[in-house]
Each structure stands twice: as C-alpha cells, then as structure tokens.
C-alpha cells in the first residue's frame, strides 16, 4: 500500500478512533474533490441543484476494498449492520458516520474475481475511492435533466433498486484531468 488513499483505507481498521477518523476525513475529501471537479457544473441548473438537496448536499463516498480489509475495518467499528442489497447486485456493504459530516461506504464483492461491478473494479485498480453518492429527491427526474441538459447518460435505462431500499442510477462522468467519475445518486423511500 503505497497511496495516500491506500494508507488512508488501511488506517480504517486502527484500534485508535482518532486515526480512523482523520483517515475517513482524507478519503472523503479525496471522493468529494474527484466529483466536484467532474460535476461542477450540475449546480448551476436550480432544478437539478434542487433534486440534489443543494445548498446542504448529502455526500457519501464509496469505498471499494478486499473482503478481508472489509472485515478489519468492519471489526474495527463495531461489526456496523450490513446494508440489504438487491440479490442481483454482486456486492457487500455497511455505511460509517463521522464527525464534521463525513459519510463512508465501505464495499466489496461476494464474488472476488467474479463479473460484478464492485469485483471488476477491484481487479482493474485495487482498492480506493470507487462512487461518490448523493442523496436526491427524485432520481428519475434528475437523470432525465442530465440526459437533456447536460448530454450525460446513465448507466442504467431505468432507476433500480438499491441498497436499504433506496432507487439508484450511476452516472460515470469525465472528469478534467482525462479520467472519470462513478456519480450514484440514490433516492431514500
């Protein structure tokens, strides 16, 4: 582990709250800095900034990990509740709160080597900063305005159903510096 982010993720499974904490800090910042710089310019159509509960958005960054640093840092805090995942989707996760509103979701495969989405991930580029997640009111009517407006597809047709009984599309959006961003937005029942 020689990243930033992968000494951050390693820091998740501390004994010590304080060095989870600033190590949740560091990846959320990294997370909401990749998507601000791909999205910024989401916020300047109202209706869309509207659906995406600006000015006080709710932002998670997802983490994609290894079933076994899943587990360390799932012990590390307290064995959290795993999410309800749809039966279809090849994925496992729990969700961290932290002070100063930093909101983690640590992920990863049922299957590792398998054909799902959390797995190819993995296998592509090891774990990191795989989603970054904002709450919306109505995930239809943004994804519509992102196809009309802002020429960005989905990549699903339709709005699905997502973990804890949320409905959820992704969006992966280029970001400036040549890359991309995997934007969930999900919408709570």
């Known amino acids: 582990m020689s990243s930033p982010v992968s000494a951050a993720i390693a820091s998740l ?17 990294l997370g909401r800095a990749a998507a601000g710089s791909a999205i910024s310019d989401w916020w300047t159509d109202n209706e869309l900034a509207t659906l995406l509960l600006d000015p006080k ?31 279809d989707q090849d994925a496992e996760e729990f969700e961290l709160h932290f002070a100063n509103g930093v909101s983690l979701d640590i992920l990863t495969t049922r299957e590792p080597g398998g054909s799902g ?10 774990e990191g900063v795989q989603q970054v997640e ?3 009111s109505n995930v239809e009517r943004a994804t519509e305005l992102l196809k009309e407006k802002f ?8 709005t699905r159903p997502g973990a804890a009984g949320t409905r959820i599309n992704f969006f992966l959006v280029p970001s400036p510096d040549g890359g991309k961003v995997l934007i969930e937005l999900y919408e709570r029942d």
């Open 13 to 29: 499974s501390s004994p010590e709250p304080t060095v989870r904490q600033t190590a949740a800090e560091e990846i959320y910042a």
């Open 57 to 87: 958005p709710d932002i998670t960054v997802g983490v994609a990990v290894q079933r076994d640093t899943f587990g360390r840092i799932r012990i590390a805090h307290g064995t959290p509740k795993l999410a309800e995942i749809p039966a």
């Open 117 to 126: 989405a959390i797995a190819k991930y993995l296998a592509k580029f090891g």
């Open 134 to 136: 904002f709450c919306c």
């Open 151 to 158: 020429r960005v597809a989905p990549v699903y047709p339709e």
